[in-house]
């Protein structure tokens, strides 16, 4: 009766492993089909974002192009200007008989596209301190006198003019020192040239970084606070009445801008300001689901062609809009 009693347990234990392994094969093998189908979604999203993006940078550049076939000053109540507010992306597609192709169960029924094109010619161009390896008095002068305005310490601005005159220099010499710094691509690499985290965070509304040693302020665009530091000699109340009569009527050439102010067209400084642009920043912006991917490009526009210099595109999930991108 013993013998029989655990040979019944022995089968009883048997059983109970041949059980307990197969549901572990099971669990297993659900687990990888999960993997899969989550990995298949994660890269169809991916495409999908990217895809949609390059459609979004398209039209800017487009929206761009038939601005500059037009030419004349650029000013805030053009096209290219007004933001796109955030649209369900089914809203964008063609429509049959005034009703959306879009079958409701579609993924765009879940994907909101925005966006902006930003003139960084509204800001003072980091680029505009060197030129040809010496450091640009006049634009020092015009950095300073931001750096004055803001509260920023005048110490940070000659460090960061002499390790910008220090990573521009192409010699041989400088490029085989281990101590030359990195040329800045964006505003936040700032950083690299001795600028502090809190001052480029101050300065991000008035300051960019473009590829060009000659960028004119676009008196049209910028803020009062740019328009200031941008001519010498301007009170900043000056500035402000400038941005007000603007907004009524946009300033046609610098010397009507003058004229608002009383002053004569020269001592606004003929390469310091102007009225039109050739660098634009694009920014996309699409929310599918939990899932916000943001893409961030330099445009340079010469006439009707506008290329797209740099472009960056990073997922961000619970930051503002506006806040640096990871680069990919």
Known sequence: MTRRSGQSGAALLMAMLTVTLVATFAAAAMWQQWRSVEVEQAERTRVQSAWILTGALDWARLILREDGKAGGADYLSEPWAVPLEEARLSTFLAAENGVATVASGDDTMDAFLSGQIIDQQSMLNVGNLVKNGQVQDAWLRCFARLFELLGLPPAQLATLAENLRFASDSSAANRSSAMAPLMPQRLEQLVWLG??????????????????????????????????????????????RMVAERDRSHFRDVASAAKVVGRDVASFGADQVGIASSFFESRGRLRLGQMVVEERSLLQRAGADVRALQRERGVIAGRPPGSPLAAR
């Open 195 to 240: 600028l502090a985290p809190e001052t480029v965070a101050v300065l991000q509304p008035y300051v960019t970084v473009l590829p060009s040693t000659t960028v004119p302020v676009n008196l049209n665009t910028a803020r009062a606070e740019v328009i200031y530091a941008a001519v010498e000699g301007l009170s900043l109340a000056d500035a402000q």
